[in-house]
């Protein structure tokens, strides 16, 4: 995620602009030189290991150490038993389905695409990093291997192989985790969302007293703004606390990253704050102070009330603050407490493993046809110019590149050579030239490798927009370096692994960037516009009787809008690295988006609360009439949604009247309720659901307005 300071007009020159994010990424943060060395530390060890006792395939030991320690060390440590789980998993598959197509050419040839289409398939719908990890990475080395003219027996020993050197790193990571582990179940989710408040509570406390910002709090709070929050939502996408915790805190995420560029951009600007300001401005650090004590305690934020009486305030964007600073406590809307929702999930394993929409959203199957279909060309390829030597390179590097598009854009053209050409040309090829063969120990080569690793980690440790340039530097040079046990004297072998890895970069750049592909800004605009469709269809629901089978519709949506939600900050992310005429046009785009984004998300958040009402669940039934009232209310909320996401795809849909029809509705919704003689609304449960509903109407409205206001400004 970028600062809004990129998104105003004076935007700079690329190259400028490039010089000053990379300075940003590869700044030092607190934490980063310990998760690099526990990353090193780990791969290290794995590599003597293998090297060691002559194991096969220790690159791929060396590949997982590396994925797998990007993890908070309670991610990791939850995550390795479920990596070696599904490597086993793709062993046994292999080793059972491959007997039946192994001496008839044609079903073999259908085995590997079925095979290679179930991986990336895998890749998109497993909610567990590790498990879509190990699984596809063995599917990918096992083709190569099954592909070779040797005795059956070789191949077999080769591919259960595989899940030793997974066991091997998943027990080295999970030991080197344990001893580097310090922190207490959570912090890795709140103390980096508590370091940002404070940043932000900081700049506030300045300006409230009329000073400048002092240098030391304006470098923390750009740094942060580079850095953005994806590795916050990848950690809570990826962690084992319950479903609502996970919703409930993206919503945070999301207001606090927006909170952090609107911080950042003040910074940039220049004024002076009225006495009234400085008084909002004081308010507004105490609230924000407040919340963060509240996170820290592991309690819910108290309601924050916004003063929009007073007459307009000089310092910029202030009153943005004011409204997304009002909104986090509402993130956590129909909860009493923390604790309650961050325990881990009690759902069973297996429905957490796989994406409740897994089967019904049409696009992973559409990631998974594309990934197939790339990978499928380059086996075609090398296969048709007799060159198995690019085989396992060419795998390799189309799943690592695969599992980095999810939800990314065309950025990733960029880092993917780069990472190659780095990793594999400058490092990798020229180190056997140079330097190996000087080195007559493992020592010497430890050191080497440690240096290689050193650098590959720390660009992992940057934002996701550039840690992928990392993992690719860090996996081509062990592709080359780690598939003997001693130094290779010939460079036709560096030549074959390097060409494989050009053979699948540019396949994969040409299948999803460029024949099945989008400019970011192009897929950004889509998917937000999708989402608002999605949402709208979720606010209808239940749409039938059966209760079961609303709720598993209702989860299905859940976790399509979840995934759509990070898509777009994801998209919002590589508009920053598109360059050319309509650059201007896309980062204005980007800023209107991700304004309105948060707000849906905390939208999202309430409607999801306010389904147990429609539900009727225990401890929250509604009388008749408040009921189909608030049926009534919903279907004209889900509408002015498609309304709006009419507006933006350029129809002229009547969201005033539509509006105008929900503020009705509403009432007739909150008369009901008053007049209703019912107990019931005045449980403990029913108590919140006026408030709920009001707070729903007040967000839905004012989205409503800020896209119409900004869509015809900018028509």
């Not at 998104?7 to 030092?28: G, Q």
């Not at 000089?314 to 409204?323: A, G, I, Q, S, T």
């Not at 696009?363 to 197939?372: I, N, S």
């Not at 201007?584 to 998300?601: E, S, T």
């Amino acid at each position: 995620m970028g600062t809004l300071a990129h998104d105003l007009p004076n935007v700079p020159r690329p190259l400028t602009w490039l010089w000053e994010f990379l300075k940003h990424e590869l700044a030092p943060y607190p934490g980063r030189v310990a998760t690099v060395a526990r990353i090193v530390l780990a791969v290290t060890l794995v590599m003597i290991i293998c090297n060691t006792f002559r194991i096969p395939y220790a690159f791929l030991g060396g590949i997982y150490a590396l994925l797998i320690s990007r993890e908070s060390p309670e991610a990791t440590l939850n995550s390795a038993g479920t990596v070696l789980l599904f490597t086993a998993t793709g062993v046994v598959y292999i080793v059972i389905s491959v007997p039946f197509v192994i001496s008839v050419p044609f079903l073999h040839f259908v085995w590997i695409i079925g095979s290679l289409f179930l991986a990336f398939y895998a890749l998109t719908v497993l909610t567990n990093y590790g498990a879509f990890v190990g699984f596809a990475l063995v599917i990918a080395v096992s083709v190569s291997i099954w592909d070779r003219h040797v005795p059956a027996e070789r191949n077999v020993e080769d591919t259960l192989c595989l899940l030793l050197v997974a066991l091997i790193a998943v027990v080295v990571t999970a030991g080197v985790e344990l001893a580097f582990r310090r922190m207490r179940p959570g912090d890795d989710i709140v103390a980096p969302v508590t370091d940002r408040l404070a940043a932000i509570q900081g700049v506030l406390i300045c300006y409230s007293e009329g000073r400048p910002v002092d240098r030391a709090t304006e470098e923390k709070i750009i740094r942060l703004g580079m850095l953005g929050t994806s590795t916050l939502r990848s950690a809570l996408r990826r962690s084992d606390y319950s479903p609502r915790y996970r919703e409930q805190m993206s919503g945070v995420v999301a207001l606090v990253g927006s909170l952090v560029d609107i911080t950042t951009a003040l910074t940039q600007l220049s004024f002076e704050p009225s006495g009234i300001d400085r008084e909002h401005l004081r308010s507004l650090a105490a609230a924000v102070a407040g919340i963060r004590g509240d996170l820290m305690d592991r309690r819910i934020p108290g309601v924050i009330q916004v003063n929009t009486e007073d007459e307009p305030h000089r310092v910029p964007l202030l009153r943005e603050m004011e409204n997304t600073v009002a909104l986090i406590p509402q993130a956590f809307a129909g909860s009493r407490s923390i604790d309650e929702y961050q325990a881990p999930s009690e759902e069973p394993p297996g429905s957490r493993l796989i994406a409740a929409d897994a089967f019904v959203n049409s696009e992973h199957f559409r990631f998974a046809l594309k990934g197939c279909l790339a990978v499928s060309a380059c086996y075609f390829i090398y296969n048709a110019i007799e060159w198995p030597g690019m085989g396992i390179p060419l795998m390799l590097t189309c799943f690592f590149t695969a599992v980095s598009t999810i939800g990314t854009s065309r950025q990733r053209q960029v880092l993917r050579f780069a990472g190659f050409f780095v990793g594999g040309l400058l490092i990798g090829m020229s180190s056997q030239v140079f330097i190996l063969p000087y080195l007559d120990s493992i020592a010497g080569f430890t050191v080497l490798f440690i240096l290689v690793t050193a650098l590959a980690a720390w660009f992992m440790t940057s934002s996701p927009r550039l840690s992928f340039f990392g993992l690719q530097l860090g996996s081509v040079y062990f592709v080359i370096n780690l598939q003997k046990f001693a130094r290779e004297t010939s460079l036709s072998v560096a030549r074959d692994r390097v060409a494989g890895v050009f053979l699948g970069l540019l396949m994969m750049w040409l299948i999803f960037d460029q024949i099945w592909g989008a400019p970011a800004s192009v897929e950004m605009r889509r998917v937000f516009i999708s989402t608002l469709r999605l949402l709208a269809q979720f606010i209808r629901e239940p749409a039938s009787a059966d209760i079961q089978s609303a709720i598993q519709r209702t989860s299905a949506l859940r976790d399509t809008i979840s995934t759509k939600f990070d898509n777009v900050r994801s998209l919002a992310d590589g508009v920053l690295l598109e360059f050319g005429p309509s650059r201007p046009h896309d980062l204005a785009l980007r800023d209107r988006i991700r304004r309105w984004q948060p707000q849906l998300r905390v939208l999202f958040i309430m409607r999801g609360a306010s389904l147990k009402y429609r539900f009727q669940l225990p401890g929250f039934l509604l009388p008749e009439a408040v009921l189909a009232s608030l049926r009534a209310y919903d279907e004209c909320s889900a509408e002015l949604l498609e309304s709006l996401a009419d507006r933006m795809e350029g129809k002229t849909p009547q969201v005033g009247f539509v509006s105008a029809d929900s503020a009705a509705l509403l009432g007739q919704t909150l008369e009901f309720c008053r007049v209703d003689e019912s107990r019931l609304l005045l449980s403990e449960h029913g108590a919140t659901f006026v408030p709920l509903l009001r707070q729903i109407d007040r967000l839905t409205n004012r989205l409503a307005d800020q896209i119409v206001t900004e869509m015809d400004r900018a028509q």
